[in-house]
C-alpha cells in the first residue's frame, strides 16, 4: 500500500506539481490549501507524512504544526516544512516539543524533496 502524502501550500500550482511527482514515485497525494483543511484531512485520512508551508490563510504552518504535535493521536506524524527564505528563523526557533523532520528552503528542487521524503519513511522502517 502506497504512503498517503499530505502536501500543504496556499499556491495552488505547487501543490499540484508536488502531487504530480509524489504520485510518479508511487505516493497517494493528499492536496490541503490553508491550515484548516489540513488539520481536517490530517484527522480523518491520517497522513503517512506532511509536507507542509509555513505562510498560509486561516492557519499558518507554525500554528498548525503545534496542533498536531499535541494532539496524542497525530503526534508522531513527520512534517516537512517547505518555506520562503524569509521564514527559516521561526522555524529554527520553534518550541522544542515543536518538532520537523527537515525542512527545505523555496525555491526547491522536486528531487532534493523527494529525497528527503524517501530519507524519512527508511528513517520510521529501522
Given at each position: 500500500?502506497?504512503?498517503k502524502i499530505l502536501v500543504v501550500d496556499d499556491e495552488?500550482?505547487?501543490?499540484?506539481?508536488?502531487?504530480m511527482y509524489l504520485e510518479r514515485?508511487?505516493?497517494?497525494?493528499?492536496?490541503?490549501?490553508?491550515?484548516?483543511?489540513?488539520?481536517?484531512?490530517?484527522?480523518?485520512?491520517?497522513?503517512?507524512?506532511?509536507?507542509?508551508?509555513?505562510?498560509?490563510?486561516?492557519?499558518?504552518?507554525?500554528?498548525?504544526?503545534?496542533?498536531?504535535?499535541?494532539?496524542?493521536?497525530?503526534?508522531?506524524?513527520?512534517?516537512?516544512?517547505?518555506?520562503?527564505?524569509?521564514?527559516?528563523?521561526?522555524?529554527?526557533?520553534?518550541?522544542?516539543?515543536?518538532?520537523?523532520?527537515?525542512?527545505?528552503?523555496?525555491?526547491?528542487?522536486?528531487?532534493?524533496?523527494?529525497?528527503?521524503?524517501?530519507?524519512?519513511?527508511?528513517?520510521?522502517?529501522?
Open positions: 500500500m502506497s504512503k495552488k500550482d505547487i501543490v499540484e506539481i508536488i502531487s514515485e508511487d505516493y497517494e497525494p493528499i492536496a490541503a490549501y490553508d491550515g484548516q483543511e489540513a488539520l481536517r484531512k490530517i484527522i480523518f485520512q491520517s497522513p503517512d507524512l506532511v509536507v507542509l508551508d509555513i505562510m498560509m490563510p486561516k492557519l499558518d504552518g507554525h500554528s498548525l504544526n503545534i496542533k498536531l504535535k499535541e494532539n496524542p493521536e497525530t503526534k508522531d506524524i513527520p512534517v516537512i516544512v517547505i518555506t520562503g527564505k524569509g521564514h527559516l528563523r521561526e522555524i529554527i526557533t520553534a518550541r522544542e516539543d515543536v518538532t520537523i523532520v527537515d525542512y527545505l528552503e523555496k525555491p526547491f528542487q522536486m528531487n532534493e524533496l523527494l529525497k528527503k521524503i524517501k530519507n524519512v519513511f527508511e528513517k520510521k522502517n529501522e
